[in-house]
């Protein structure tokens, strides 16, 4: 029995010794950045990239961005649809749909519902409404039902 207890407490201090290497190591690792050559670890690479990539757009890039947005109906000429490849047609039509799918996806976290709009005094919330104005519209669907 105590064979046994030696043995897993050696497994245990085998694994934990080793999970230790490979954690320096992943740590550790470097990589290097694209943008400037230099030799970075993985979480100096990541904070790099941070900065850089989710930083707002300085107003150059807004220039830029409003210039292309308005160039693009010239770009979308039928000449232009019917000279596309398979490839950038489906490309093209997946990113229509990616940006249709967060519509609807927006619209819906938005309105806190699938269905429509939720509309005060519709599905029985009546506190938009008073006691003989419910009164007056269960009369006018009763003459209206009756007719």
Partial sequence: MAAMANRLKRGGEFVQKYAIIAWRDHINKVGVCQANGQTMSRVQLFLHYFKTELA????????????????????MSAKNIAN?????AFCKSLLVADVAIFFVVGET?????????????????TALYTEEDI?????????????
């Fill in 135 to 147: 009164k007056r519209m269960d009369a006018e669907r009763a003459k209206a039902a009756s007719n």
């Fill in 84 to 88: 596309m490849n398979v490839k950038e």
């Fill in 56 to 75: 707002p757009p300085n107003p150059v890039e807004v220039k830029e961005s409003i210039g292309k947005f308005m160039d693009l109906p010239w770009k």
């Fill in 109 to 125: 976290i938005g309105r806190r519902c699938w269905g429509s709009y939720p509309v005060k005094g519709a599905y029985g919330d």
